[in-house]
């Protein structure tokens, strides 16, 4: 083998690496966004690695098309396979949180996509529709490319498009409140659970709040949601005053890590709506705190 052929296999892995890694956090954002899992995200970007490396790359016309294309794919199979093992989860699923840089939260759109209230409105979806939903609404791909992504006629998935949306828009979030209104509503149930102040905490919660609390049959977590700003109270009066409660971005939006030592004991996403908080979804599964020890970058 003469080194021209040497150097010009060295090239074309090179590029192929290089078209990779251009992509790999929207690989990641698209892989976290259709199934709620960063460790699944990252097997979804090996497997479309592995396929990525075995294409005829003269073939390939759009490159960020064609690994968006294998990342679904992966994705979708993986979600169907998860579907069953949720159908058995110990108590309320909750997404796996992600630190998550400010940018995320100034990109709003990416922001309400990653957040943990538009992930469990897309858990209400089939695999195929969320798909096509997350495609077409989050990263605006045109109707052809998703067709070949989900192996559906572009009117198919037009129709799949349509009906997720309208399935969304009765669910979905209200709009983000500003991000100065979110600090001082999060600062203030902050406050609330660390000093104990019941009335406090009574103050910053939506008469109708829900709380979600995902142990996964590890650790202590209830198995219901728990409904009401009374009940709700009662269940945050319970965190022991020997927990450090820091604020920090997750999946874009207000969170707060709660500590037991050196150790992350919970995460705490929160929705705010009109000044008060209308979801806390806490996330105490260990399995699921993994990636909290770094930011994950996101982006569309």
Sequence with gaps: MDDRTTNDRGDHRAGVTRAFVTHRNLLFTVAYELLGSAADAEDVLQETWLRWVGVDHETVRDQRAYLVRIATRQALAQLRALGRRRESYVGPWLPEPLLTAPDVAEDVELADSVSMAMLLVLETLTPTERAVFVLREVFDLPYEEIAEAVDKSPAAVRQ?????????????????????????????????????????????????????????????????????????AQVLGRISATM??????????PALLVRQGDEIDTVLALRVDDGLITGLYAVRNPDKLSHLDRGTPLSR
């Design 244 to 253: 450090a409660l820091r604020p920090t971005q997750v999946n874009g939006a």
């Design 160 to 232: 799949i498009a349509h009906r997720a949306r309208a399935h969304v828009a009765a669910r979905r979030p209200r709009a983000a409140p500003s991000a100065a209104d979110n600090h001082r509503t999060v600062e203030a149930f902050r406050r609330a659970v660390e000093t104990g102040d019941l009335q406090g905490l009574l103050d910053v919660l939506a008469p109708d709040v829900v709380l979600l609390t995902d142990g996964g049959g590890v650790v202590r977590a209830a198995l219901a949601p728990v409904v009401g700003a009374e009940r709700v």
